[in-house]
């Protein structure tokens, strides 16, 4: 068997919020518990799973290939929602979206400060 990702856990003050937040934010079903996990399950078979932090979590990045369509709809809730977002993970750009590598990017932040990518175009330009 190919050795493939499976899942990840997100460290957050509040799993439960972190976990609607995102998959909100992105499209996605309802977040499921699992054990002492909210998980978010995307749709290559990968989770995130959230848990409550011990303390203040240390911040992350998670970025998330999405298509054109996908995109539009993501880029059009950060705005509803007057979420601040960039075209670098360095914050520099704000309100702009890249377009690197042939399609379009941004990041902007979950309550807990990880950094959250959107891209249409894996980094490199290949498909």
């Not at 996990?37 to 203040?56: E, P, R």
Request: hydrophobic share 35%.
């Amino acid at each position: 068997m190919a050795v493939e990702f499976n899942h990840t856990i997100v460290n957050c003050t509040d799993k439960v919020a972190s976990a609607r937040f995102l998959a909100e934010i992105l499209g996605l079903g309802e977040p499921a518990s699992y054990g002492p996990f909210a998980v978010v399950q995307l749709g290559n078979g990968t989770s995130l799973d959230f848990a409550d932090a011990q303390g203040q979590p240390h911040r992350q990045h998670y970025a998330f290939l999405v298509g054109e369509e996908e995109f539009d709809q993501i880029h059009a809730r950060i705005v509803e929602r007057g979420l601040t977002y960039w075209a670098d993970p360095f914050h520099r750009r704000e309100g702009e979206i890249n377009t690197n590598d042939g399609g379009r990017g941004l990041y902007w932040n979950d309550p807990d400060g990880h950094n959250l990518e959107i891209i249409t175009v894996p980094y490199g330009g290949a498909v």
